[in-house]
């Protein structure tokens, strides 16, 4: 069974998208590099828009 719903899915495959052409930019207005801040980004917005993701951990 999948942990993501598809949207989180294409969220985190636009951002990945965005980071590999260095478009995509974290919260402070860096470029982000790290493939890992990218997923979170992605997850992040797929949490804003309502879609099925797990809590962030604290």
Same mark, same amino acid.
């Given at each position: 069974?999948? +942990?993501? $719903? ?22 402070? #207005?860096? +470029?982000?590099? $790290? ?14 828009? #309502? ?8």
């Amino acid at each position: 069974m999948a +942990k993501y $719903s598809k949207k989180a899915g294409e969220k985190v495959e636009k951002a990945m998208h965005e980071m590999k052409e260095g478009k995509l930019k974290s919260g402070s #207005g860096k +470029k982000v590099t $790290s493939k890992k801040q990218a997923v979170a980004i992605g997850l992040s917005e797929a949490r804003e828009a #309502g879609a099925k993701v797990p809590k962030k951990k604290s």
